[in-house]
């Protein structure tokens, strides 16, 4: 099985390019949606960021309160660093048994973990990926998506963004990369070129086998 690393800054592109890949047969695992599993009410994850950040940070329905807790970690790397530390080995043990359960069914299959966080998690653990994809547009041009698209304040959209890796940290991982600078049709274009490219040929199905060139 190949495993493809992809990653990109907020508003990049990277779900859209996730979702082409899912219509050429990759096999989505989300970091993102582990990552709520991986705080779920009675998690140890959840428990271990109520011992770090206090009662403030949680519902009175024992969820996690995001934006309680965004608010202080946006703000501090201290303390950005400490959520970390917490949630990325949980994420990470929940990616690997949806990779072996990925391979269980389709040992030909190529799995794609969309993980935004890629660069930030680097430090923390070797990469254990065939081959890492950024999906890359400048920092500016996110920032006027992120206002433009999403209706953020720009003083929030570029904290957000500032509060991420820098583009030539996140590049710098990079094996290939997907320009998402321009429209959507020519992100999709890009990201159709990666995944021939890495599959070494055109897009398959779920199941079908690679081409020899696979």
Known sequence: ????????????????????????????????????????????????????????VIRPDGSLDRAALGSIVFTDPEARAALNAITHPEVWRLATAAFAAI?????????????PLLAEAA??????????????APSAVRIERLVTDRGMDRDEAERRIGAQASDAERLALADHVV????????????????????????????GEPPDSAG
Request: proline residues 5%; glycine residues 12%; negative net charge.
């Open 179 to 206: 320009d998402a600078t321009g429209s959507l049709d020519d992100t999709i274009a890009s990201a159709d070129d990666v995944w021939a490219a890495i599959t070494g040929g055109g897009p398959r199905t779920h």
């Open 123 to 136: 430090a923390d653990r070797p990469l254990h990926f065939d081959t890492v994809v950024v999906v890359h």
């Open 1 to 56: 099985m190949r495993i493809i690393g992809l990653t990109g800054g907020i508003a990049a592109g990277k779900s859209t390019v996730a979702r082409r890949w899912a219509e050429h047969g990759g096999h989505i695992v989300d970091a993102d949606q582990l990552a709520r599993e991986a705080v779920a009410p009675g998690s140890p994850g959840l428990e271990r960021i109520r011992e770090r950040f206090g009662p403030s």
């Open 103 to 115: 391979e269980a069914q389709d040992p030909t299959a190529t799995a794609v973990y969309d993980v």
